[in-house]
């Protein structure tokens, strides 16, 4: 039976199923997608193949890899129309728990239609071509070096605390109360805060600027 499951929840054996994964690669996390790929699931492993000939393939964790989703027996159109009935069916008022969607005057066939098209174009992006590698370390090493360039002329980063729950705060040296600051994102984004109090390794609590 055609199924969405975790590595771990999927007994060992040999597949054709579309498999969907997140790799880190410059910092950055990449979604990757293959259809009607061969998989072998083991006891602790599972190896994907990405060509006929076997001579690519990644070798996953099944239980570490929980980026890794197995859709066994499912074209990428039937994986995404999968995806989204779920979220509808569980995220939505209208159509909670509903069994008969495409019915409900605001989820009707046609937005569900337009909905699978549109996500399956944009998952079919995710399976060629290979990431470039080189280039994406590359735009990562250049963007460590202007944080590095900012941090030394005094700009603070974002940070989080374990103990602070979920909250921003910002990392700077040599500040005191009151002092506003220029605080620059991983993506290069900028904004002004002010910053209040120190709570530890030049970790402080602020407000905006």
């Given at each position: 039976m055609?199924s969405?499951?975790?590595l771990?929840k999927?007994?060992?054996g040999?597949?054709?199923?579309?498999?969907t994964?997140?790799?880190?690669i410059?910092?950055?996390n990449i979604?990757?997608?293959r259809?009607?790929?061969?998989l072998k699931?083991?006891?602790k492993?599972?190896?994907l193949?990405?060509?006929?000939?076997a001579?690519?393939t990644?070798?996953?964790h099944?239980k570490?890899?929980?980026s890794?989703?197995?859709?066994?027996g499912?074209?990428?159109e039937?994986m995404?129309?999968?995806?989204v009935?779920n979220y509808?069916r569980?995220?939505t008022?209208c159509?909670?728990?509903?069994?008969d969607?495409g019915s409900c005057?605001v989820h009707t066939?046609s937005?569900?239609?337009?909905?699978?098209k549109?996500?399956a174009?944009r998952v079919?992006?995710q399976m060629v071509?290979?990431p470039?590698?080189?280039?994406?370390e590359?735009?990562?090493?250049?963007?460590?070096a202007e944080?590095e360039?900012?941090?030394?002329?005094?700009?603070?980063?974002?940070?989080?605390?374990?103990?602070?729950?979920k909250a921003?705060?910002v990392r700077?040296?040599?500040?005191t109360?009151?002092?506003?600051v220029?605080?620059r994102?991983?993506?290069?984004g900028t904004s002004?805060?002010?910053?209040i109090?120190?709570?530890?390794?030049?970790?402080?609590?602020h407000q905006?600027?």
């Amino acid at each position: 039976m055609a199924s969405n499951r975790t590595l771990a929840k999927i007994q060992p054996g040999e597949f054709i199923a579309t498999v969907t994964w997140t790799e880190r690669i410059g910092g950055q996390n990449i979604d990757r997608c293959r259809e009607h790929a061969p998989l072998k699931i083991r006891d602790k492993d599972a190896t994907l193949y990405l060509d006929d000939d076997a001579e690519r393939t990644l070798t996953f964790h099944r239980k570490l890899n929980k980026s890794v989703k197995v859709y066994v027996g499912l074209a990428i159109e039937d994986m995404v129309r999968e995806r989204v009935k779920n979220y509808v069916r569980n995220n939505t008022k209208c159509c909670w728990m509903r069994g008969d969607l495409g019915s409900c005057a605001v989820h009707t066939q046609s937005w569900f239609d337009a909905q699978v098209k549109r996500e399956a174009d944009r998952v079919r992006e995710q399976m060629v071509p290979e990431p470039d590698r080189a280039a994406i370390e590359s735009e990562a090493s250049a963007r460590r070096a202007e944080r590095e360039a900012a941090k030394a002329a005094g700009e603070a980063e974002w940070c989080r605390l374990s103990g602070c729950g979920k909250a921003w705060l910002v990392r700077v040296a040599d500040k005191t109360p009151g002092d506003a600051v220029t605080v620059r994102s991983r993506s290069g984004g900028t904004s002004k805060v002010k910053l209040i109090r120190k709570l530890r390794d030049d970790v402080w609590e602020h407000q905006a600027a």
